[in-house]
C-alpha cells in the first residue's frame, strides 16, 4: 500500500454522543476505511465519510455468509499519543479466518498501516475515561452479485471505528455462566477456530436462552462428547486450578486463538506460574470445586481484555468461584494488560503500535 486516498467531512455526530453512557458498539466514528479487492487483487483503498453501503439483493454474503472480521482497540496513552493494541495479530488472525472460507489474504502491514490511518483521522473519538477505549472492527466480505454456493470474485475490506465502554454491564464484576449442554458451536474440521459470522451465529440460540434466565453468556463444550470445554460465546476460558493456570488447547481446532489469552499465557509464563494447555474436562472443573481447588475462572477477549466467572451452572447446579469475587490472578492479568494498553506499564513485549501526537 502506497497511498491510501482521503476524503475528509466535518461532522457533529461526536456532539451527540451519550459520552457518560457509551455502552458496546453503539456509535460509529465520522470515517471508515474501504479497500475493493478486483481481478486478483486489492486496490491501495480509500478512507471515506462513515454512510451506507450500497448492496445489491442479490450480494453473495448475504446468502451465503462468505464474511470474516476482527475486533482490537485503540487507547489514549498516559504518555502521550495513542496506542493500539497488537494489530499485526489481529491482520494474522484475519488471514487464518480468510482461509477458511475462501476469502483471499490482505497484506499485514497494509492493514496496520489502514487502521493506523483511520484511527489517526478520527483520534478525537477516542474515550478518556479510564476502562474505555475506540474499538476498531476490521472485516472482509464477498462484494459479488450472484446465487449459487461458490466463493466471491470481488470483496471489500472494511474499518469502522466505535468509541465503547466495558463489554460487559457488569463491567470487571464477577459474571455468571451458564455451560451449555444442549447445543454445539463448532466441531473439529468446522469453523470454530475462524472469525466468521457463522461461527457467531451458531452461537446466537443458546446464547439467548442462556440471557433469559439471567446469565451474560454460555460456556460451549466440545460438540462430540459434549465433555471436553470449548470456549465462551465472546471469550476464551481460563481455570486457575491449585495455582496452575489452564486453558482449552487450540490444536482441536475449535476455539478461537484469542490475542489476549496469548497475552495471558505470555504473562503467565513470565510470571512463572504453571500453565497447561491442554483439553479439560467439565467433569474436571466440578471436581476441583468439590475439593476446594478451583480457585478462579476467568475469560480473556478484546472486548472484555479480562472478565471475572464468579458463577457456573452446569446441569441446573451452581457453582460459585471465589465467593462471586474477582480473583488475584484475575485482577493482576487485567491490571498488567489495560496497564500496557494505556502506557502506565513498559511494553516489553512490543505488543504496542503507537501512533504519536
Not at 472480521?69 to 495479530?89: Q, W, Y
Not at 446464547?207 to 460438540?223: I, K, P, T, Y
Amino acid at each position: 500500500m502506497t497511498n491510501i486516498n482521503l476524503t475528509m467531512e466535518k461532522s457533529a455526530k461526536a456532539k451527540n454522543v451519550d459520552w457518560n453512557n457509551l455502552r458496546f458498539g453503539v456509535y460509529f466514528t465520522d470515517h471508515i476505511f474501504i479497500s475493493n479487492y478486483e481481478n486478483g487483487k486489492w486496490d491501495e483503498g480509500n478512507i471515506i465519510p462513515y454512510d451506507t453501503l450500497d448492496l445489491e439483493p442479490a450480494n453473495c454474503t448475504l446468502h451465503y455468509g462468505q464474511t470474516i472480521f476482527e475486533g482490537l482497540k485503540a487507547f489514549p496513552s498516559v504518555r502521550g499519543g495513542i496506542n493500539i493494541f497488537r494489530p499485526i495479530m489481529n491482520a494474522k488472525r484475519m488471514n487464518k479466518s480468510g482461509e477458511q472460507v475462501c476469502i483471499p489474504s490482505y497484506n499485514e502491514n497494509d492493514f496496520v498501516n489502514a487502521i493506523r490511518e483511520v484511527v489517526k483521522l478520527d483520534r478525537e473519538w477516542i474515550p478518556k475515561k479510564r476502562g474505555e477505549s475506540l474499538y476498531i472492527r476490521p472485516f472482509v466480505f464477498g462484494s459479488g452479485n450472484f446465487l449459487g454456493v461458490s466463493s466471491s470474485k470481488s470483496y471489500k475490506f472494511i474499518i469502522i471505528l466505535s468509541p465503547v465502554a466495558s463489554y460487559y454491564a457488569e463491567g470487571l464484576n464477577p459474571v455468571k455462566i451458564l455451560v451449555e449442554t444442549e447445543h454445539v458451536r463448532a466441531v473439529k474440521g468446522g469453523l470454530g477456530s475462524a472469525k466468521t459470522a457463522a461461527n457467531y451465529a451458531a452461537s446466537m440460540l443458546a446464547g439467548e436462552m442462556a440471557h433469559r434466565n439471567g446469565f451474560s453468556q454460555v460456556l460451549w463444550l466440545d460438540g462430540i462428547e459434549r465433555k471436553y470445554i470449548d470456549e465462551v460465546g465472546a471469550m476464551n476460558i481460563m481455570f486457575v486450578i491449585n495455582d496452575e493456570l489452564i486453558t482449552p488447547t487450540l490444536e482441536k481446532g475449535t476455539i478461537l486463538a484469542g490475542i489476549t489469552r496469548d497475552s495471558v499465557l505470555t504473562l503467565a509464563k513470565d510470571w512463572g506460574i504453571k500453565v497447561s494447555e491442554r483439553e479439560i474436562s467439565i467433569d474436571e472443573v466440578i471436581e476441583a470445586h468439590k475439593s476446594g481447588k478451583l480457585q478462579e475462572v476467568f475469560g480473556t477477549g478484546t472486548a472484555a481484555v479480562v472478565s471475572p466467572v464468579g458463577l457456573l451452572n452446569y446441569k441446573g447446579k451452581e457453582m460459585i468461584i471465589n465467593n462471586m469475587k474477582i480473583g488475584e490472578y484475575t485482577q493482576k492479568f487485567y491490571d498488567t494488560i489495560t496497564g500496557i494498553q494505556y502506557g502506565e506499564i513498559e511494553d516489553k513485549y512490543n505488543w504496542i503500535e503507537h501512533i504519536s501526537d
